[in-house]
Every structure is written in structure tokens, then in C-alpha cells.
């Protein structure tokens, strides 16, 4: 593997990734033969890098935030002969860079891809898009909605925790249908939350226990609005600790179907463009990735 392209999202975590550019392109090219950056300006500038160069390298980086990685994921994810994947973190959260152990330093993570270690990850796909984190109706799809920019820049991967609070009594039921391997649901709900990856918002909130690489989707249901159930849930998540709280259901499976009344909007990795409904299936090992410690 010598040949390597960067996309680079110069704007990530308000640019400051953009100071560390000149020494993550020294230490890449002291390990690799041949390394091409490409700056992204706009959304889909990534899909479209990704679509010219797949064939001719060996590895993409995506040097940004999560929706950078969410852009480029899903330009990689179709291909037949998919190169190499790689994150050299830049944003707020940086959930999957995470998930595969890179170091949220940009210049220890570098350090950390030019050794080389190789693993395959699995990937979520719908049936609009590919995920490697969470996909996501209800209670999360209305916080991330509703943070505050300020409150974002000032608290980084708490703000959307620091925001349940004042959102939980706000946030409407909606009927769900879920159909998955070995379950059923036909009731009212506030959430619906399913994992590939382990982090959401820049912590272990959901599913502290994941594992990209066990072939299987972690699914969190959550019943009802009460503020207590769901806080208690995220703290004892957090703490990695079992809880005894009534108000919702943990399961895993390979693939789900859902639809809702009425519908709902999707947030898929942090990205709003599709509503239910939705079929969702797991891809295991479908990315081969430059990663940090899984272990």
C-alpha cells in the first residue's frame, strides 16, 4: 500500500485542523510513496473526489469531522473494489475514529496510520444510505436538532447531553413498528436508536459494549419521555455500569425494518436527509481500515 489520498475538510473544528496540514502531509509522505491532498469546499466535494481517485490509490483519508467521514463512507461503501479507509479526526465529536482507537490528536493519529495496522469494520446500510455509527428516529434526531451552536463550540460532545434535559419534555411520541430478527415492537416510543459504532455525540452513552467487527446492529429502544429513565440510563451507560430502569429495551440483530406514525426524521451519523420508513441491515467487515487500538 503506497499510494494514498487525503481529503482534507479545511473548515473542520472551525479550522483548526487546517494548522496541522503542512505536518501530516511530512509524516504521511515519509511513509508512503505517493500522497495527493484534495480540499473539499462544499458538501459532495468528497463523493465526488472519491468517485475520481478510488481506482488509482490504495488508501483515502478523511482528514475532518464526522460528516466529512459520513460523505466519504458512503461514496466508498457501493464500490466494488473499495481501497483502504482512514480518519485523521477534525471535528466536534469524531464518533468512528473513536470506535477504531485513533488518537483525537490529528498529529498522533497520523503517527498512529503510518503504522499500518489493518482491520475490517462493519458498516450499517439502509436503504437510502451507509452508516458507521448510529441511525437514529425520535428524541436524538430532536436534540441534535436543537443545540446550540454556542453551547456546541463551548462544551463540544456534551452539548447534545447538556440538551436532553430541556428537550425530553418536549419531545412528541410516535407510534413505531419494528420488525427484526428475533423481535417485534408495535407501540408507542420517543426513540430509536441503532449502532455500529460505540460512541455517539463523542461518548459511550449507548452502547458502551459495542463492537465494530461482531457482524451485528446494537439496538436501543426507549419507550418514554421521562427524563429520570433516560438520564439514569445515560449516566449508568457512561459508567458502564448494568441499571434496573423500566422505559426501554437493548437488543441485537442483523437487520430491522421500521416505519412510523406519523413519520420521522432520520439522523444518520449526525446527517438529517431521509425520513422513515427504513430497512436497516448490518455488512460485516465491509471496510478495510487503518486503525489505532481496537482492543
Not at 26 to 35: G, K, P
Not at 88 to 110: C, E, H, W, Y
Not at 252 to 260: E, F, N
Request: one cysteine or more; aromatic letters at 8%.
Amino acid at each position: 500500500m503506497k499510494r494514498v489520498a487525503i481529503i482534507f475538510n479545511p473548515a473542520s473544528g472551525k479550522g483548526k485542523l487546517d494548522q496541522y496540514k503542512d505536518k501530516i502531509m511530512s509524516e504521511l509522505t515519509d511513509t508512503f510513496a505517493e500522497v495527493n491532498v484534495y480540499y473539499t469546499e462544499q458538501p459532495g466535494d468528497g463523493k465526488e473526489i472519491v468517485e475520481r481517485v478510488a481506482n488509482e490509490v490504495d488508501i483515502i483519508i478523511a482528514a475532518g469531522g464526522d460528516g466529512t467521514v459520513n460523505e466519504i463512507v458512503n461514496a466508498l461503501c457501493p464500490l466494488e473494489n473499495r481501497p483502504a479507509f482512514a480518519i485523521i479526526p477534525g471535528g466536534t465529536s469524531n464518533d468512528f475514529s473513536r470506535a477504531v482507537g485513533m488518537n483525537q490528536n490529528p498529529l498522533k493519529a497520523t503517527e498512529q496510520l503510518t503504522e499500518m495496522t489493518l482491520e475490517k469494520v462493519d458498516v450499517g446500510q439502509t436503504d437510502k444510505n451507509y452508516f458507521l455509527n448510529f441511525w437514529g428516529i425520535g428524541l436524538i434526531t430532536h436534540v441534535a436538532s436543537n443545540v446550540d451552536s454556542q453551547i456546541k463550540d463551548r462544551y463540544g460532545r456534551f452539548a447534545y447531553y447538556l440538551r436532553t434535559a430541556q428537550t425530553m419534555g418536549k419531545a412528541q411520541p410516535f407510534h413505531l413498528k419494528l420488525e427484526a430478527d428475533n423481535f417485534s415492537f408495535d407501540d408507542e416510543a420517543a426513540m430509536l436508536v441503532v449502532g455500529n459504532g460505540t460512541f455517539t455525540a463523542g461518548v459511550q452513552a449507548f452502547f458502551p459494549k459495542g463492537d465494530v467487527q461482531d457482524g451485528m446492529l446494537d439496538v436501543l429502544l426507549i419507550k418514554e419521555t421521562s427524563v429520570q429513565v433516560f438520564w439514569k440510563m445515560l449516566q449508568s451507560k457512561m459508567a458502564n455500569q448494568p441499571t434496573q430502569e423500566e422505559g426501554y429495551i437493548y437488543f441485537q440483530t442483523k437487520k430491522l425494518s421500521v416505519s412510523a406514525t406519523p413519520e420521522q426524521l432520520v439522523d444518520c451519523d449526525g446527517e438529517r436527509r431521509c425520513s422513515t420508513p427504513s430497512d436497516i441491515t448490518v455488512l460485516p467487515k465491509h471496510l478495510t481500515m487503518l486503525v489505532g487500538n481496537l482492543n
